[in-house]
């Protein structure tokens, strides 16, 4: 008996073994994150619904119900909701610009990498008194400055029989490869015109995210390809989706043993197999909390009071090679940098983290990352939810808490 399920087994389709085992695994809920509260909360959000039907449409406009759903159940009302497909061009443009920008940089590190091999320089050698990554962007640089100094005024690309070096660029092999290295990054250029023509016609680019002060055309993109916003019901369902939650253990979401799950997977035998998995992904974590806070960050400072007095009466000239010499030195010109910073600050006074070993300063600082990075996502929450003509729901801190709602300090372009 055992042996003829076994067979018949064998026979399913792949979509019909990852879907027995997780209703197997999930108790056969098609449901991935509805709680009796938050069905009741849809039905008393929608008072006009008369049948099961409108309430399963509710559901998956409300993010609680997978695609799998709507396959099995095949209802052409239930497809229409089904994410737009104006969220899957913008996701192949995107992914298009990460693929050449890695080619790009691969390029970039192997040019430095064969500059350094004929300077002595071992692969995987420490270089004394540098940092590896500022001198390998240095080092790029001047291979460039050398590329537009050997081709400056030619028509063609010169051919081996007339190619002349100079200090950096001292063979035809590695001229080549600063070419390769040039076109990838035209093509990188090029792609990224076409991504900002693009984003204009998403009403969440115009309304909020092109107003933010250090995400810019990339980041923007990012955020549209990689988020499904009718999927995150609450700020807490979007926080949960990039790894920001809170683990049962208290602690941040992270990569510790105590924060894996086990999800289903087919083997190439065709079974039906757990494996330990993370509950996000790092990758888009690691885009909001280190590229984006770091992109505000990079935005620059505000000039002090001081400052300001002391660039009184310079102009031209004098203006310039005063600001090249002084930093400014005033508040993060960006909302959500100042966010970070005005938390770091906190932290330091902190029983538990403001001590000052190397370990708690490290910590402070990726908390307060990660404090910034979920402000913004709920200012992000209360932009997006209404352009789509989804509820917008408080943060369960004002709705079962009773605290006040913290101030976005960006106003929406619809009121909610």
Sequence with gaps: MAQLEKEQK????????????????????????ATEAQIEAVIADNPDMDSEEDLQCALLREGLVTQKMINALDRPSLARLAPPLAQGWIRALYRGFKDLQGFRISCGLRIVAGIKSCMGIRPGEQEPGDDMSTADIKLLDK??????????????????ERFKGDEII??????????????FLK??????ALLEKILVTYPLY????????????????????????????????????????????????SMRKEHQIMVPYVDKEGEIKEKVSLTHDPYRKSMVVEV?????????????????TDMEG?????????????????????????????????????????????????????????????????DLYEAWRPLEGLTVHDPYQTAKLRHAKHNSGYATAIAV
């Design 10 to 33: 064998k026979h399913l389709s792949l979509k019909a073994k990852v879907a027995t085992a997780k209703n197997d695994i999930r108790g056969g809920s098609l449901l991935h994150a």
């Design 143 to 160: 291979v460039r400055m050398s590329y537009d100094r050997i081709t400056d005024g030619l028509t063609r690309f010169p051919t081996a």
């Design 170 to 183: 001292s063979t035809y092999a590695m001229l080549v490869l600063a070419q390769q290295y040039e076109i």
């Design 187 to 192: 093509a990188e250029e090029d792609n990224k």
């Design 206 to 253: 115009t309304e909020f995210l092109r107003g933010v002060l250090g995400c810019g055309p990339i980041l923007s993109a990012f955020f549209l390809s990689e988020i499904d916003i009718r999927k995150a019901m609450y700020v807490s369902s979007l926080w949960q989706f990039l790894g920001l939650g809170v683990g049962s253990d208290g602690k941040g979401m």
């Design 292 to 308: 984006f806070i770091n992109s505000c960050m990079k935005a620059g400072r505000e000039w002090t009071a001081e400052q300001l």
């Design 314 to 378: 310079l102009s031209g000239v004098k203006l310039k090679g005063w600001k090249k010499k002084n930093k400014a030195a005033g508040p993060f010109k960006a909302k959500y940098a100042q966010v970070y910073e005005g938390h770091k600050i906190r932290l330091q006074g902190h029983a538990k983290y403001g001590t000052a070993t190397e370990t708690r300063v490290m910590h402070r600082e990726r908390m307060a990352k990660r404090y910034a990075a979920k402000i913004f996502l709920a």
